[in-house]
């Protein structure tokens, strides 16, 4: 299975307050995506869920995850040359490039989860 999908399945009703699925734009990711969405649909295991849309070059891309994920909220994190830089030099994104633009899509996620709780 893909990563994390087995672990739903063992996960037990009602185990997580969020879950964010990550979906590239690609077909394998959404499906992926799809079928971790419809494991914790089914085994009702997370109160809140948000679909991150990955890596979008494009509105194209957009559409194809929010097409495939439809009734679930989004966040849209655009391809950003700063986190493969950071990545090819072995730091944090948050370090090498606090202002890039996926860096603050992803820091007002995690800001706006953190401060809901």
């Known amino acids: 299975m893909e990563a994390g999908l087995g672990t739903l399945t063992r996960m037990a009703e009602g185990s997580l307050d969020r879950v964010l699925l990550v979906a590239n734009p690609s077909v394998k990711s959404i ?5 971790a969405r419809q494991i914790i649909v089914d085994r009702n295991i997370g109160a809140s869920m948000v679909v991150v849309a990955n890596r979008l070059r ?31 030099r072995a730091l ?26």
């Open 92 to 117: 944090s994104p948050v370090d090498e490039a606090p202002d890039s633009r996926a860096v603050r899509v992803l820091d007002g996620l995690a800001r706006s989860w953190t401060h809901s709780t």
């Open 58 to 88: 494009d509105e194209a891309d957009l559409a194809q995850i929010t097409g495939a994920l439809e009734g679930v909220d989004h966040i849209a994190i655009p391809e950003d040359p700063a986190i493969a830089t950071a990545d090819i």
């Open 31 to 35: 499906e992926v995506a799809q079928r």
